[in-house]
């Protein structure tokens, strides 16, 4: 098992987020310890807004969050991933 515990230490919620609204729902955790990087840890990357970002790109996308599955929305608990290329 490849499981590491840490509490959050600070929580940085989009700006522009609302409860009630669909979009914006992301944040950046600060941790309350580093966490060892291996096989499943590793560091992300973000963008800044002078980055140039080229067609065909790989990107990835995590979290949490209302999935859809046979026609009906549920909330998980497990991290989902996705992978696909910037158009």
Request: hydrophobic residues 35%; glycine residues 4%.
């Amino acid at each position: 098992m490849n499981r590491v515990r840490r509490s959050v230490k600070l929580a940085r919620n989009h700006p522009s987020y609302a409860a009630y609204y669909d979009g914006y729902d992301i944040s950046v955790l600060t941790l309350s310890e580093a966490v060892p990087y291996n096989n499943y840890i590793r560091p992300v990357c973000l963008v800044g807004r002078r980055d140039l970002l080229t067609s065909s790109l790989i990107c990835y996308s995590t979290g949490w969050g209302l999935v859809n599955y046979n026609d009906s929305q549920y909330l998980t608990s497990f991290l989902q991933a996705a992978q696909y290329k910037l158009l």
